[in-house]
């Protein structure tokens, strides 16, 4: 089975702050790690996954995320927030065998303030 | 278009009818997943296609939930028998192919209120 969680329900940071949305997962073999925003009445929007090498994944807006093997964890960052990225961010788990849908995790929503 | 779209973006519809749920997704893709997202719930799996091969239906909550997906393109959800805590938002969304690091793409969703 795998599975994934997100911690915190809500993260606040103000504008210009380094802003961090957490995720940790459990898988049983290799996992692809992606992440996801979902605006206000929106589908989601890919930002970033990680596949395979560089544990240090760049993506959209600006957004980064470091896979860390020995403590299962794939947290997104971003060194200067925006309010215009005040928004709901999934993290999703996918084996490279066996279920092929993505299992997320249940959101964080990431506040912004002016 | 160049991203998956879904139809009705809205549908009101009374309690115990059916209603018809479409996807389109991006061309070429022959993955394709509907998703569900309930009010202040995460992302729930419901059913997975890959080219021909027999769906993985593993997350279909009941026997009034089906999926059909024509010339391996557009797919349709049907959901009988429409009950209040069917209300929610439906996700589809669909990929390259069945390589576990495809990027899934996602529609804007049908949003779905029983009344």
């Known amino acids: 089975a795998q599975s994934v969680a997100q911690p915190e329900d809500q993260v606040n940071v103000a504008e210009g702050n380094p802003l961090t949305v957490k995720c940790t997962y459990s898988?049983?073999?290799?996992?692809?790690l992606f992440w996801y925003v979902q605006y206000p009445n929106r589908g989601l929007q890919f930002l970033l996954k990680y596949i395979t090498g560089d544990n240090l994944v760049k993506g959209s807006y600006g957004f980064e995320a470091e896979f860390n093997k020995s403590q299962t964890s794939f947290h997104l960052k971003k060194p200067s927030a925006l309010v215009s990225d005040s928004a709901l961010y999934f993290c999703a788990v996918r084996l490279d065998t066996g279920r092929r849908a993505l299992t997320f995790g249940s959101g964080t929503r990431l506040q912004v303030q002016p | 278009g160049a991203g998956v779209s879904q139809s009705p973006s809205n549908k009101v519809t009374e309690k115990g009818k059916d209603v018809e749920l479409r996807c389109d997704p991006i061309s070429g893709h022959t993955a394709l997943y509907w998703y569900r997202q309930s009010l202040g719930q995460g992302l729930e799996f419901l059913i997975y296609f890959q080219g021909n091969s027999a769906p993985d239906k593993s997350g279909l909550p009941s026997d009034r939930f089906s999926a059909e997906r024509t010339g391996g393109s557009v797919s349709t959800l049907t959901i009988q028998r429409t009950q209040q805590e069917d209300s929610a938002v439906y996700l589809c969304?669909?990929?390259?192919?069945?390589?576990?690091?495809?990027?899934?793409?996602f529609g804007e969703g049908s949003w779905l209120t029983v009344v």
């Open positions: 898988v049983s073999g290799n996992p692809y």
């Open positions: 969304a669909s990929s390259e192919g069945q390589l576990s690091g495809n990027t899934i793409y």
